[in-house]
């Protein structure tokens, strides 16, 4: 590996031209070889402060640089590119056998499941996300194209589409409701809408109904054969904590190389550890907003609304009325509140409480059917 490196040095030395085409993609700690590593830093400051550059004045910069040149009497010169890309390769696998080594480490000194999953979990989304120095220039008109395009997931359902933007990947939406309303059967909705077709899955988490009490509620309203045309994931440990969470998500990524979104039914269930309940609750609320950003795809958390709502003459909730927490309210980027004007009545009201990149204070209202997983 350290021939390779000094060959890139050589190579770069009988043409220093290239190098600024190269300062984006290695970087010191790529080198195994600590002088090749030096040299490399030195020459890109050379370069940039418009000096020149051979073996004699490299030589004065890098201490112990012995001529480098000499390595390519002997050998066919590849281009640069293929020099980079096996230092880039061999350093991310020094880079993986780290990690495991100090995973190796982590786990000897914990004893909770849990713990060891979240450690994991953290071991393999570093890995995930080191896959070189990264990131592009871009100019303000390649972001207008961008932005002009329509991103994200739409709901699925078109009275809550035309006021509301599609959920965007790294951002958490939260459906707020008293029991039996229907948060369940809206979430399971949404998720068939953004499963159906998608090349990669959507993971239901569902801490109170069993996976097969919702495939009972899926048949309501599709038959059998149509199951394949839906990539969801049901998760249904009614003991999940967040880190319990961010492993089965882990493992899906691992398996299909991205997550379409996450739906979770219902946070309060969760299981992490903490006192009092608005400080545990918080805490998972915190959680919740990581892990949508930690796999870049929309998250959509269902949550329990306090007896405030049911006080009121209208019954309309308010984001006051979030059960436990102010946190969720600050870490969600949308809040819907459910509720009806009775038990019975054949409609479910919408309120968008909270929407960070639009317009709130808005009411929807859908036909509803209690007993149905699907709303029109």
């Avoid at 490299?58 to 000499?70: A, H, K, M």
């Avoid at 904590?241 to 990524?253: F, P």
């Avoid at 998250?299 to 979030?322: C, F, M």
Wanted: charged share 25%; proline share 5%.
């Amino acid at each position: 590996m350290a021939d390779v490196e000094r060959i890139l040095i050589a190579s770069l030395l009988t043409d220093p031209s290239v190098i600024p085409t190269l300062s984006g993609k290695l970087t010191v700690s790529d080198f195994e070889d600590p002088i090749s590593g030096k040299a490399w830093l030195a020459m890109q400051r050379m370069n940039a402060a418009g000096r020149a550059i051979d073996v004699l004045t490299l030589g004065r910069e890098v201490p112990g640089l012995s001529d480098p040149t000499r390595l390519l009497t002997s050998l066919h010169k590849a281009p640069v590119d293929e020099y980079v890309e096996i230092i880039r390769r061999q350093a991310y696998k020094r880079r993986v056998i780290s990690a495991i080594d100090t995973l190796s480490v982590s786990i000897g000194q914990k004893d909770e499941p849990a713990d060891i999953l979240n450690a994991v979990q953290s071991t393999v989304t570093g890995i995930l996300r080191d896959t070189g120095a990264g990131g592009e220039l871009v100019t303000l008109a390649d972001i207008a194209v961008t932005d002009d395009a329509v991103t994200g997931l739409p709901y699925g359902l078109p009275a809550l589409d035309a006021v509301l933007q599609p959920a965007q990947p790294g951002n958490v939406y939260v459906i707020a409701a008293r029991p039996s309303i229907g948060k369940t059967a809206l979430a399971l909705t949404i998720a068939e809408a953004w499963s159906f077709d998608s090349v990669h899955p959507v993971l239901f988490v569902s801490l109170e109904m069993s996976a097969q009490q919702l495939l009972k509620r899926f048949l309501r309203h599709h038959d059998r054969s149509d199951l394949s045309a839906y990539n969801l994931s049901i998760y249904d440990e009614a003991r999940a904590t967040t880190a319990l969470l961010r492993s089965q998500a882990a493992r899906l990524k691992l398996k299909h190389g991205a997550i379409h979104a996450i739906v979770v039914d219902y946070m309060q269930l969760l299981k992490d550890p903490g006192e009092p309940e608005n400080i545990r609750v918080s805490r998972i609320s915190g959680e919740m907003k990581a892990i949508a950003r930690e796999f870049d795809c929309p998250t959509l958390v269902l949550s329990q609304l306090s007896r405030q709502s049911e006080y009121r003459k209208d019954g309309k909730p308010k984001l006051s009325d979030l059960r436990d927490s102010g946190a969720i309210e600050q870490d969600a980027d949308g809040v819907l509140g459910l509720w009806r004007e009775a038990r019975s009545s054949p409609y479910l009201d919408v309120a968008i409480l909270k929407n960070r990149h639009g317009a709130a204070d808005q009411t929807v209202r859908l036909d509803f059917d209690l007993e149905a997983v699907s709303v029109g």
